[in-house]
């Protein structure tokens, strides 16, 4: 049975990229065999990253998504491996078009008959977009009905997400909570430090593998990385138990 992990957020700059970049790097640094897919128009991050090898779909045609275009990807999809992992990191602006997509072919119930497993991945923010976020995920989790799993990640970069309560406490959780397969919960890190140390790296578009082999690399910036890396992984190895 494949894992489809389908990225999905119809707000840009949320972290996205990067949390299908967190995904990538654990199933790889774990030899799980790795498909992945970027079918962002606008922003290629996903298939900036060498070590991925990601393919990029180009889905517009005269300047308008062309949601034929989507067909390859589920070709590949539906022809993967039974111990293949695939990720497809789809951008914000082909969001509904890719979401529509899915919903009116019956992918998840195709995919599902071929017992592939389909993971939605979405993010939730902290900050001026926390309400748009939150829409998206409690749009997703309507939508896209069982045996569709769903992922929440908390990015708390442009503020805190759970400021008063818990997630867990959240009214869209408490209606969802039946569809959410797991948390991942993104520290909140340092700006001034932590911060400036994860930019240049994305910036570059480095694996934390990649920047950590740098025989250059200053003591405390690989410190910071590896506690980084380390709190994000373990909460991707209790996410794998749960899928």
């Not at 480095?206 to 410190?223: G, N, V, Y």
């Not at 709190?231 to 138990?241: C, D, S, W």
């Amino acid at each position: 049975m494949a894992k489809v992990h389908l990225f999905l957020q119809g707000k840009g700059g949320v972290g996205k990229s990067f949390c299908a970049s967190m995904l990538a790097q654990y199933l790889l640094d774990h030899d799980r065999t790795l498909i992945c897919i970027d079918t962002d128009p606008i922003n290629a991050t996903f298939s900036g990253y060498k070590r991925f090898q990601a393919k990029r779909i180009e889905i517009l045609k005269d300047n308008r998504i062309d949601p034929l275009q989507f067909d390859g990807i589920i070709e590949q999809i539906f022809n993967a491996g039974e111990q293949d992992s695939i990720i497809v990191d789809n951008g914000a602006s082909s969001f509904v078009a890719f979401s529509e997509f899915l919903l009116t072919s019956k992918v998840p119930q195709m995919l599902s008959a071929e017992k592939h497993s389909i993971i939605i991945h979405t993010i939730i923010t902290g900050g001026d977009e926390q309400a748009d976020t939150v829409a998206g995920f409690s749009a997703l989790a309507t939508h896209f009905s069982e045996p569709v799993k769903i992922v929440v990640w908390l990015n708390p970069y442009y503020g805190p997400v759970e400021a008063d309560k818990s997630f867990e406490d959240f009214k869209v959780y408490k209606q969802h909570e039946k569809r959410v397969a797991c948390l991942v919960r993104l520290p909140d890190l340092p700006k001034d430090s932590f911060g400036i140390n994860i930019a240049q790296m994305l910036k570059s578009r480095l694996t934390f593998a990649e920047s950590l082999a740098k025989p250059d690399l200053p003591i405390m910036t690989r410190q910071r990385l590896k506690l980084v890396q380390e709190e994000i992984n373990n909460q991707i190895a209790e996410l794998r138990e749960n899928l």
